[in-house]
């Protein structure tokens, strides 16, 4: 039966066991003519009605999706609910639009299907960012857990410290309550809420990203004769479909009234509370003009003064940031709210960036997305802030891999490593990069002490550039609660008391990492200020924009207020015909200076990464004939599942400001049925979310495993080590370290360190590399690792045999020496073009920065100068004594790069 359509059994699906009919008369044939006629005049009608209505849909699918397109806000206007007979039953439709209130998360990411039009397909592919979506299938080929959401509690009005997972006596969980609905009462009073709703009754139509670039109109020439790209949402403004809300200038008008609101009442909540609200004094951002990128002063050079934006004096301002820079984030913002896009925020650092002495949801990046994730959503965007950064090591690892490592949909890149890489030469690494290997151009923010480097790229090829200032002794000034800042410099947990999960081992009252030179909470919480206070004057602006141009031009806004190709193809350009042997990475680089003029790609066994699974080097092993692919050995089965709730005493001190309730703050609920509503997201998108993970793992293998083999067999040897369980990617949405042995389960952290081990007995470890054109492969290899510690060739005695006899494993020794017959070789498409004996190896690699061994074993500049694009197989293996012996030549792959 379909429901939808009320359509009953057909007279071939209908049982045995029902009565007969009885024999047909001539006024029941009447009555059937008669209701036949009637149910025609019905579909007429109907049919009338959608035409009336202008609602396209493609398909029924887009129908079913169209049930939970609206919020409904009840009463007259717009988006009301709807009652559709299911089977003789009524059931209440709750839809959610564009920019109408939302039942969300308030643990992190929303956990809500989005409408269609919203996001592109082409953009956050890979990794399911941000995740909404619990990923319900257990059978991951690689026993990683990707769940991130098998918890969600979309109830906006109800406290997540009433969470039923916390132990909580009932007393204690209504108290909660009632103490949460009186905040937000008073949120509602103070600061106002979000109040936006589209009086249009019928669904609107909108813009299907994934067929654009095949319509007749799109990709016209501009006046330069340059085309737009429709992949970047850059189509003009016919191709916005009559109805669709960027039409509408009614529509444009209240949004951007609300918008400036809601990103005003935020900012006044920061100044509130750090104490500005009184004096004005800070807050604001220090613009340099535009003509001095030279000096390294904030106050720029010798041209016009520096002005100072959002309020405050120059010496209050909290961040920097050239004029053309703050114009192109504006832009970039603009683009994001008119395509309804994703926009990517993505960080690079050492230890103290990553949060190390604090719960990973403290670190500064992750309390940038607490607070801006709501006003990103109210204005139709999706923000994913990731925190890349890895203590002790700095970014020459994971930047050599392009795009792989910190993703390639960057709108915005901070970088902070000074206390690992006073090298500039390390930063510009990082920075070309960036530049360079995304979809995206990012805007490059500097988070201390690479203002220089910063500087060179934007005189050297445009970059738009800023940084974070130092303002003195930011810190929240509470009226009601006294902290010692000194003293209180952590308040980090490792558990909470849960009802949910009894841990097996005993869990740590202290909390690691907690160095003299790491920040605590309240530090990051002030940088995370400084760049949500960017972002929200960055709002404002764009706000003025639109309305001004909308004055002038109508809507849809006029491609040259938020098309980004034209810039960003001109600093993409600049960086790749650069000079590579006399830029800073390029001299840090000698052996392989091109590395730092083209786009490279990689793969790693550490954590954080964006999408884990295709971007580790195991994603791109060829099995061995019998099927094998590397293992990672000693996995440990993870202690529970899903997003932990959040922690009771990190709580905003009672009495004192909360920025994230107050940027979350909606309207009283008024007949949404909210349960019912998570009820139908949760279980649509979990089957949703299956579809996306098999779909992941079927398409990881991007060449043929069952094609000939060649002269070189894939070995059987070769296994993963250290690599944590979980999903690891660095965003709110990742869950990680969750093994049942930690003592720190609830810390968040996603730093990893795995490695692909191989040693004399592993044989041959073949990656398959699509689409290469550069004729370039490095990789960071670590020859120190321990005789004998490669488990899965344990009881070996010859190259892939797979007899166990219990072997013994030595890791505490001190590192080892490469036993004199120890040699690693590497070959391309079955020919042999590099072949080292330990000594060679140590002396030909580089060691840019503490601890990172680099290895260019392939460089054939020819490839690229006969334009090559092909897929290649690149296999390694160590070669060393014979017999057992054979484990003692053993190295650690944990990153390749190629291009």
Request: hydrophobic fraction near 35%; proline fraction near 5%; aromatic fraction near 8%.
């Amino acid at each position: 039966m379909d429901p939808r359509r009320g359509r009953g059994p057909s007279s071939s699906t209908t049982s045995s066991t029902w009565p007969s009919p009885p024999p047909p008369s001539r006024s029941s044939g009447r009555r059937k003519v008669v209701l036949f006629a009637l149910l025609l005049v019905v579909f007429a009608g109907l049919v009338v009605l959608l035409l009336l209505s202008g609602a396209t849909y493609a398909s029924e699918r887009d129908i079913d999706v169209a049930d939970t397109l609206r919020v409904d806000r009840g009463g007259d206007g717009g988006g009301g609910a709807r009652d559709d007979d299911k089977g003789g039953g009524r059931r209440r439709r709750v839809v959610i639009g564009f920019h109408e209130a939302s039942v969300e998360n308030p643990y992190g990411a929303n956990a809500y299907r989005k409408p269609p039009g919203v996001g592109y397909t082409v953009r956050p592919r890979g990794g399911l960012h941000p995740k909404y979506v619990a990923d319900d299938d257990d059978d991951d080929d690689d026993g990683l857990d990707y769940d991130g959401d098998d918890y969600n509690d979309d109830d906006y009005d109800g406290s997540p410290y009433a969470d039923a997972r916390l132990e909580m006596s009932t007393s204690e969980r209504e108290a909660e309550r009632t103490r949460w609905e009186e905040e937000a009462r008073a949120i509602r009073e103070a600061y106002g809420y979000w109040d936006f709703k589209d009086d249009r009754r019928i669904d609107r139509p909108f813009v299907d990203w994934s067929t654009v670039g095949t319509t007749a109109t799109v990709g016209r020439r501009t006046k330069d004769g340059e085309g737009y790209d429709p992949l970047l949402g850059e189509i003009d403004p016919v191709d916005f479909p009559d109805g669709s809300w960027q039409a509408d200038d009614e529509y444009v008008s209240r949004l951007i009234d609300e918008g400036r609101k809601l990103v005003r009442r935020v900012r006044d909540a920061v100044y509130d509370e750090y104490g500005w609200e009184g004096d004005g004094s800070g807050g604001g951002i220090l613009l340099l003009p535009s003509e001095d990128a030279s000096s390294s002063g904030v106050d720029g050079g010798g041209g016009r003064d520096a002005v100072v934006v959002g309020g405050g004096t120059k010496d209050g301002a909290v961040a920097w940031m050239y004029e053309s820079s703050f114009r192109a984030l504006t832009k970039k913002l603009l683009n994001a709210m008119i395509t309804n896009d994703h926009f990517f925020v993505t960080l690079g650092g050492h230890s103290a960036a990553a949060g190390h002495g604090n719960n990973f949801r403290q670190s500064y990046m992750m309390e940038f997305q607490r607070v801006m994730e709501p006003v990103f959503d109210r204005l139709g965007m999706i923000l994913v802030s990731a925190n890349r950064a890895q203590g002790g090591m700095g970014t020459i690892q994971a930047a050599l891999a392009g795009s792989s490592i910190y993703g390639g949909d960057a709108d915005f890149v901070l970088w902070d490593s000074s206390m690992t890489e006073k090298d500039g030469r390390a930063q510009d690494l990082f920075m070309r990069q960036a530049l360079l290997a995304g979809v995206r151009v990012p805007i490059l923010f500097d988070m201390g002490n690479g203002r220089g480097t910063l500087d060179r790229l934007r005189g050297e090829v445009g970059a738009q550039v800023g940084g974070v200032l130092d303002s003195t002794n930011m810190l929240p000034k509470f009226r009601h609660t006294t902290i010692n800042f000194d003293e209180s410099k952590y308040n980090a947990r490792c558990w909470t008391a849960r009802v949910d999960v009894r841990p097996d081992v005993e869990q740590d009252q202290g909390f690691g990492g907690q160095a003299s030179w790491h920040p605590g909470n309240w530090v990051h919480q002030s940088k995370a200020r400084r760049i949500s206070l960017l972002f929200l004057h960055a709002l404002d602006e764009a706000f003025t924009v639109w309305e001004a141009a909308a004055s002038a031009g109508g809507n849809p806004l006029d491609g040259i207020h938020w098309h980004l190709r034209h810039e960003e193809d001109a600093i993409r350009d600049a960086v790749r015909g650069a000079n590579a042997t006399a830029t800073g990475c390029g001299q840090l680089f000698a052996l392989a200076p091109r590395l730092c003029t083209i786009p490279m790609r990689g793969a790693t066994e550490w954590t954080p990464r964006n999408d884990p699974y295709r971007s580790s080097i195991r994603s791109l092993v060829k099995p061995s004939p019998r099927g094998y692919l590397p293992e990672i050995i000693d996995l440990e089965e993870i202690a529970y599942r899903g997003r932990d709730p959040l922690i009771p005493s990190q709580r905003v001190p009672k009495g004192e400001v909360d920025v994230a309730a107050i940027a979350r703050s909606l309207p009283p609920r008024d007949g949404v049925d909210v349960k019912r509503l998570r009820r139908r997201l949760t279980e649509g998108d979990r089957n949703r979310s299956t579809t996306i993970s098999r779909r992941r793992r079927a398409g990881s293998r991007f060449l043929d495993s069952n094609a000939p083999p060649g002269k070189i067999i894939p070995g059987e040897g070769p296994s993963v080590h250290g690599h944590p369980a979980g999903f690891c990617d660095g965003t709110s949405n990742s869950v990680c370290y969750r093994q049942k042995s930690s003592t720190c389960l609830m810390s968040g952290h996603n730093d990893g360190r795995g490695s692909m081990n191989i040693d004399a007995l592993s044989g041959w470890l073949v990656l398959q590399l699509t689409d290469v054109t550069e004729g370039l492969f490095m990789a960071r290899v670590e020859p120190w690792h321990q005789y004998y510690s490669n488990k899965r060739t344990e009881g070996w005695v010859t190259v892939n045999n797979g007899t166990d006899d219990g072997g013994r494993r030595r890791m505490k020794a001190p590192p080892p020496q490469l036993p004199p017959e120890f040699r690693f070789e590497v070959a391309v498409n079955d020919i042999v073009v590099t072949s080292w004996n330990g000594t060679e190896l140590l002396e030909k690699c580089l060691q840019p920065s503490y601890n990172n061994v680099i290895c260019v074993f392939w460089n054939d500049e020819d490839w690229a100068t006969k334009k090559k694009k092909k897929n290649v197989e690149l296999a390694m293996r160590v070669l060393g004594p014979e017999g057992a012996a054979g484990r003692t030549a053993n190295v650690g792959i944990t990153h390749i790069y190629y291009a």
